[in-house]
Nanobody
Framework: QVQLVESGGGLVQAGGSLRLSCAAS????????MGWFRQAPGKEREFVAA????????YYADSVKGRFTISRDNAKNTLYLKMNSLKPEDTAVYYC?????????????????WGQGTQVTVSS
């Protein structure tokens, strides 16, 4: 079992930046690939970014590529998402997720554990 707790969300103006964190506890964090997903009001949850177990492979949704950076610190059991040049359409609840396995994927069903989410609101 892995417990995930997101933090770092908030209200920011368009063009601003935020860094989300996801603290993991339970099983060995380094044994899991990790991902970030988001859900905007009235929309389905969608993939944002993913990272392999040692961080040597990363994947991004086209909508965030070049603006967001996913990273992890296995010594601290923490996953990060640095978000730059934020847009109003980035407004959503952001979730981190853990996948039993070393390879990152962008498919929601592949992930086994989920956090409760953190709200990100970008004002225009």
């Amino acid at each position: 079992q892995v417990q995930l707790v997101e933090s770092g969300g908030g209200l920011v103006q368009a063009g601003g930046s935020l860094r989300l964190s996801c603290a993991a506890s339970g099983r060995t964090f380094g044994n899991y690939a990790m991902g970030w997903f988001r859900q905007a009001p009235g929309k389905e949850r969608e993939f944002v970014a993913a990272i392999s177990w040692i961080g040597d492979s990363t994947y991004y949704a086209d909508s965030v590529k070049g603006r967001f950076t996913i990273s992890r610190d296995n010594a601290k059991n923490t996953l990060y998402l640095k978000m730059n040049s934020l847009k109003p359409e980035d407004t959503a609840v952001y979730y981190c997720a853990a996948r039993r396995g070393l390879r990152a994927t962008y498919t929601e069903i592949d992930y086994d554990y989920w956090g409760q989410g953190t709200q990100v609101t970008v004002s225009s």
